[in-house]
């Protein structure tokens, strides 16, 4: 049975398709990840920030992730779309503290920066285990590792 060149078109246009489609997944190697972020204990409802550290010489070590945490603090990071987590693998993470949320937070009031990275140390994903990251930041810690603006 031989098809014809119609029916060859619709194969060819259907293959180009699904090869440009694909299956729809990331390039970037994800895991869920979900935390809590407080300030000398009180829930932080500003933005968090997960870079992935950087290896060796690389200039860019892959797509950041960011979360929006609720009146409790709590957040869900979004890398390509909302909710599909963060990079496995090490990442600094940093808060990035709007005029409006220093206001709310003692420890942020009369304070120039609007950048504090978790002076912790690198967090880490896991492709395996669940990830429900608790980021506790103190007043000195601000103070002392704050970012100017």
């Known amino acids: 049975m ?9 194969l060819l246009f259907v293959a180009c398709l699904l090869a440009l489609v694909g299956c729809g997944g990331s390039k970037y ?3 869920k990840v979900t935390g809590t972020v407080t300030i000398d204990g009180m829930p932080y409802t500003g933005k968090v920030l997960f870079y992935p550290a950087r ?10 992730s ?3 945490p609720d009146a409790d603090g709590r957040f869900t990071l979004n890398c390509v779309k909302p909710g599909d987590g963060a990079m496995v693998g090490e990442h600094t993470v940093t808060l990035f503290v709007a005029k ?9 009031r009369a304070l120039e ?18 990830n429900d990251i608790e980021l ?13 603006r």
């Open 29 to 31: 190697d994800l895991a």
């Open 55 to 64: 290896k060796g010489e690389a200039i860019v070590a892959g797509r950041p």
């Open 100 to 108: 409006d949320h220093a206001e709310a937070y003692p420890a942020l």
């Open 66 to 68: 960011y979360g929006l």
């Open 113 to 130: 920066f609007n950048r504090v990275p978790y002076p912790l140390g690198k967090v880490t994903v896991s492709a395996d285990e669940p």
């Open 136 to 148: 506790a930041f103190t007043s000195e810690q601000i103070r002392r590792y704050g970012t100017m």
């Open 2 to 10: 031989s098809c014809s060149p119609l029916d060859r078109c619709v």
